[in-house]
Structures are given as structure tokens and as C-alpha cells.
């Protein structure tokens, strides 16, 4: 019954589509007296000329930029019809996602993902969100307002010479709107069939003549997706945040940013639980409950166009609850920079930083040792933006040194060149080490897993004092052509060399003291990756533009052990269609296609099929105000599986069609 109701909505919702293409008058008549050309061509230019921040940690245009950058921009967000960062993130090439489930995704840049996916570097306005209990990004606690972000700079290959260890394979930096930009009430509510309930409130207001303000609140409610080999998967989510934001020009040189937000999470979840005395595993249906608060100062001090400060600190505490452990964190961070030219020729960045990590840990089936652990990470980096011929050759050198609890110093060198060989033509490579230091389960646990061998239905992990940081060499080339004024393509090619990858291995066998075979984590994987990315823009009208992702990736990883290796898909499309049917009428398409890979469920190797999606948004604009959409997702089949390696804990789910409607209301 149900699945007559999805194919009828989506069926009126593309007849309703198709009348209004049919129906709506011809644009040429709306046109105003500049040339078609020269709106196509100011479009493109304008994409193109977008400031980013992240890759050379100053304001410069992403078409200068002498790395594979991407820029997600709030109307991007917009008109895709997303309800989360991680379903933002597909934009990207480059970048692979996968949703585990209604509360959970696993992504990456240029592979090795998973859910607790460690070579992605990944940032709020400057605030790391990476999780030092198991390197990675606990993705469903990262649920900023979308409408207060700004844009989201993507940045693929190494980016550690800048953002420190852990920035491997790539960079994310979200960053927010300004308060000055959010003044006035924002409302949207909204709700649909997996989608079930969500509300957005934001409010600013201009508190004195320099200074701006904003507080928001959002929550929301997501039903459960169906188990891959049936019944419910009981992952439904429920979430609420809350937050604000100050921003002051002190001066004409002096500006200072106050923000922080809290949060309160329930995740429905499934969890295999391993037990000793005796060895067994046992099913648990206990909610993962989540909290945390942060509060970020920054303050800006402007010289020149080419001289500025700038010192930043922030707090971050993180609680998890969940079945087989309560973990918290605590991190202190502060970092200083200073940008400076010298004699025309040398731009030179350089800073420090330090970092304090609290944790504690609460396992059912395990322990650290000890309990809790106290972190201090230090850093320098220093790079150099040399001219070496004026407005059109340039090579930058840079490298960071950090101090770490488990590996100690870690240096982290890159070398950039960009050749601006005609407005419309602009060349770069780069050559980039980066290393991923060890977290603390790799170091000093002993944790308990449920194995997929009959006989040993619990494993025991044991960390490894030894362990050495994960190494890649970066090897990239890029390519930026506006072949004519209303087209756009931006290429990258990339080799990539893998040292010291975790491995594991037997290094006990059961015995009287310990029932359970005992895992040694080492560092005996080595391998490479290779791949070609594409983002190409085309205006094909000014009421028509079509935006197309394309990635290529293989890999090539070597075990000792023959540890089971999942794969990533080798080829990702996305193809982005904004049509504006009518002046307060439009229609945004996205198609987006993902091959098949081979995964893995209880040690049997699986083929993911590929699959193809599609999400299809109207909007409406009633009035200045106010506007209504309505958004289907996943409409080409009724459901399809995007991850299977890890998910004994939960079971594979499904990933469901669904609909909503949205009704955003500013003033």
C-alpha cells in the first residue's frame, strides 16, 4: 500500500513538473538589453573568482588556487534540497559517501572509507571536528543550520602542510555566515515520510553600530530506513541544537568573532555486544545518546591587503553514550597566525599552535589504560608564496612540525607551483607528504569485537605502543580552462603512495587466561591510489545551468595478512540541473550515479551493485518572504544499499525513497 501511495506522489510530482515546463512562456521575450553572452560569461566568471580560505590560509580566488579545490556555496545547498552536511557533501568530486543508515554515513576523499573513515580532515569556521578517540567524524552531531552556512570548501589530496597531521587525503572547512548576513527571522519547518519532522528558527539583530548578532535553534526527527535482508532497522534519529554568534569591527583593521553551539542527540541503534565468561555475543537495542557544547573567540587584525594577524582559540566538549562505551572529550585549542609580504616576491604564512585533549572512557567490553588520558599537541608551520615571473609564475614551499603523545615530531612538506598561462588558462601541480598519527585505540586498548568465525565469536584488539603514523606522497596535476563564456571545466589527476597503513594480525591464540584470540594492530600495509576528477559548469541559458562531478579512482593496497581490503566505488557522477521555470517558479534536478564495489559482511566478499539516484526539487517563491518546496529523494528506486564493511554491529540497511515539503519564511 505504501509503495502505491511513494509511486503516485512521484508520478503527479513529475507531471506537475512536466505541465509547468510545457506551459510556462518562452524567456527570450523577459530578456533585458545586455547580451545573452555577457550574462553567461559574468556567471561563470563569478563561480570561478569565488574567494576560498583553505588552502593557502588567506583570501584568495579558487581559480588561483594551486590545489583540487571545490566550493559547495549556501545556493548550492539550497537548491539541492539536502537536509545535512553529509548529503551536501556528494556535490564533490573527489569525495565518497555512503550512508550506513537514517543516523549514520561513512565518507572520504580518495578512498579508504568507512564509517570511522581517518584520513579526512574536517573543520567548522577553524574548529576541528575530527574525533581523537578513532581519528574520524562522528557525522551526526554535525548538524549546523544549513541555511546560516556560507559555503563549504572541499579541498582533495593532502592538506597537512597548513591543517597539521591527519589532513591526508583531504580538507572540509564549513564555514558560516557572518552575523551581518543573518539579521532579520528565519523559520522553516518542514516534514515528509522518512524526513518525518524538522524546524529551523534563527534570529539577528544589530546590537550597537559595529556589531552584529544571531542566535538559532533547529531539532528534528528522522523515521527508520528498512535492514537490508529485512524487518526495521529501528535507526531513527532525533536531534536539537542550539546556538549563536557575535561579530564585531572593533576598527577599520580590528574585527572579532564570538560563536558556539550545544547539542543533544538520540540515535536508535542495533549493537552486537561481545561478552567473556562465558564467550558469547548478545543483541542490544540501547539508544546512542550523544551531547556536547563548543565556544569558539577569533580575533583579526588587518595591516595591509598583503599583512594581517590573527589569533583564535576555542573549547569543544563531547559526550557519546552508547551501548558498549560512554566516552567524553575535552579540547582546548589555541592558534596564532601572521601573514606578511617581503620585497614584492615572497608571501610568506607562518603560525603555532596548541592543543589540550581530555579523555575518558567508560567500556563495557574493554578498557584503556589508563581510563582517562591527557593529550598535548604542539605545532609550527611555516609557507612561502614565491613570484617567480609577475602576474604569471608561482612556486609555494611550506611545511609543518608537530608533537604528538604517540609518534612525537612529524614533519609534513609540500611544494606547489601555478602557471597562469592565460586568463582562461591556469596550470598547477603539487607534491605533498602527509601522515595520519596514531589514535588512541591503536595505541593502548584492549577492546572486544565480535568476530565472524563460529568457533571465535569474540576477538580481543590490542593496541601497539610501537605503532608508526600512516604516510602518503602526493603526486598532483591540475588543469582550469574556460573554453568559452559560459562553460567552465576544472581537471585533476593524482598519484598517491601509501607507507606504514594499519595492518592486523593473530598474536595470541585462546588459552586459559584469555578464552578469545588476541589481534595485533601493526603497520605492514602498504599500497597506492590513482584517479581523475572533473567539475564542470555549464550556463546553458540564463534561466538554465547544468553542474557535472565526475571522479575516477583505483587502488592498489598490499596486506601481509590478506586482510580483506574493501574497495571504493570507481567511478562517481553527479549532474546538477537548476532550471528557472518562471520568475518565482524553479525546478532543481540532480542525478547522481555511484559503481559497484566490493565490500564485506561477515568475512564473504560482496558485490554493491551500482546504483542511480535521483532528487528533484519545486520551489516556489510566493512572495519576497516566504517560499515553498517540495523535495522528492531517491525517486528511481524504492530503496538501495550504499554500505555494507562494519555494519555487523547494526545490520545493512536500505536506503528508502522519500518526500518532503518545506516552508521557509524570512523577514
Known sequence: MLNRIFHTIIVCFFVVSGLILLSMPGHADNQTSASSEEILALDIEQLLNVEVTSVGKKEQTLSDSAAAVFVISQEDIRQSGVTSIPEALRMAPGIEVARIDANKWAITSRGFNGRFANKLLVMIDGRTVYTPAFSGVYWDVQDTLLEDIERIEVIRGPGATLWGANAVNGVINIITKNAIDTQGTLISIGGGTHERAFSHLRYGTRLNTDTYGKVYLKGRKRENFAQWQGGNADDDWTA?????????????????????????????????????????????????????????????????????????????????????????????????QHRFALQDIHDIVWGAGYRYIRADFDLLSGSYIPDNNNEHLYNVFIQD??????????????????????????????????????????????????NRIPSRYEYDSSLLFPSSDPDFPVINLQGNKDIKSEQVTSYEIGYRVIPTSFWSVDMTIYYSEYENLLDFSVTGLPSLTNPVPVLGINNDQSGYNSGFELASRWQMHNWWDWDLAYNYYNQSIKSINDEQIPDSPHQNISLRSNIQLKENLKLNLWLKFTDKFNDYLKGQKITIDSYTTLDTRVAWQVNKSLEFSLVGQNLLDSEHLEYLHGSSKSGAVEIERGVYFKLLWQY
Open 240 to 336: 536539537f541544537q542550539s546556538g549563536g554568534r557575535l561579530d564585531s569591527q572593533l576598527s577599520n583593521q580590528d574585527h572579532m568573532t564570538l560563536q558556539g553551539d550545544f547539542y543533544r542527540n538520540k540515535n536508535s541503534e542495533t549493537t552486537k555486544l561481545p561478552y567473556l565468561n562465558p564467550v558469547r555475543i548478545e543483541r542490544s537495542d540501547q539508544s546512542t545518546r550523544t551531547s556536547g557544547a563548543n565556544l569558539l573567540g577569533r580575533w583579526q587584525h588587518t595591516q595591509s591587503l598583503t599583512s594581517s594577524y590573527s589569533l583564535q582559540a576555542y573549547y569543544d566538549y563531547a559526550r557519546r553514550d552508547e551501548a558498549f562505551a560512554d566516552i567524553s572529550h575535552t579540547t582546548l585549542d589555541l592558534e596564532f
Open 385 to 434: 608564496e614565491m613570484t617567480l615571473l609577475p602576474n604569471q609564475l608561482w612556486l609555494t614551499l611550506g611545511s609543518k612540525v608537530e608533537h604528538n603523545e604517540y609518534t612525537e615530531w612529524e614533519i609534513q612538506p609540500s611544494a606547489r607551483i601555478f602557471w597562469n598561462i592565460h586568463p582562461r588558462h591556469k596550470l598547477w601541480s603539487a607534491i605533498s607528504r602527509a
